[in-house]
């Protein structure tokens, strides 16, 4: 079946703009992760949804970015004022469900962000 | 101090050799441990996972667990030029910080395998 998907695979913005990263979580999955990777950072969790509520937004880096999930399936991850420090590769990961037993966590592809 | 580390490498290795890949961990909430294999431009792949301390194998892979040192290891057996990637260890507790469920990373290691 198909695996996360994620749009748009690039993203080169300018400072200030706003931009808004897409996720498709695979089909009955109903949690979903929200990752940066970034050269100095590594890779950092940023919030989790299960099914469309977030239990803890302290993850999020500041509070231009917001997350929401919509119907049990869609995420956007959402930065405002977008600043330099921003350019990282946001990526996305949807499991059958979070706590209290782990379950794998499948990755999407990831977007890159570039702010100028 | 970072919660886990991991060096960054790169570490070039010949075909065939055996790879040993580690990781260090300050928070005894982790209880999960897991190995992901992410290639240039893709998303990482889970490799292996484990619960408790010990080994376990798969394949040319395995996870060692130590959580008295708080240290875990991955080994290839038989490194083939298609295991050239970046290894990122990751871990997860009931209270990791940002959430409950979201994984802690190292910053990963980039492996060569010279043909």
């Known amino acids: 079946g198909a695996g996360v998907s994620q749009s748009p695979s690039n993203k080169v913005t300018e400072k200030g703009k706003d931009v808004e990263l897409r996720c498709d979580p695979i089909?009955?999955?109903?949690?979903l992760y929200w990752y940066r990777q970034s050269l100095g950072q590594g890779l950092e969790f940023l919030i989790y949804f299960q099914g469309n509520s977030a239990p803890d937004k302290s993850g999020l880096p500041s509070d231009r970015f917001s997350a929401e999930r919509t119907g049990g399936s869609v995420s956007t991850l959402t930065i405002q004022r977008t600043q330099q420090e921003d350019s990282a590769v946001y990526l996305c990961a949807s499991s059958l469900g979070g706590r209290p037993a782990y379950n794998e966590q499948f990755f999407g592809p990831g977007t890159r962000l570039t702010v100028l | 101090q970072k919660e886990v580390e991991q060096d960054p490498g790169p570490l070039s290795v010949p075909e065939g050799a055996i790879v040993s890949l580690n990781c260090t961990y300050s928070n005894s909430a982790f209880q999960y441990f897991m190995w992901y294999r992410q290639y240039s431009r893709k998303g990482p792949e889970l490799l292996m996972y484990t619960y408790s301390s010990g080994n376990k194998e798969d394949g040319r892979f395995t996870a060692q667990v130590d959580k008295s040192s708080k240290y875990i290891s991955l080994f290839i057996r038989d490194s083939q030029p298609s295991d050239s990637a970046t290894y990122l260890c990751?871990?997860?507790?009931?209270?990791?910080?940002?959430?409950?469920?979201?994984?802690?990373f190292g910053k990963g290691t980039h492996l060569i395998i010279q043909p």
């Open positions: 089909s009955g999955h109903t949690a």
């Open positions: 990751a871990m997860l507790g009931w209270v990791t910080g940002g959430g409950a469920d979201g994984l802690t």
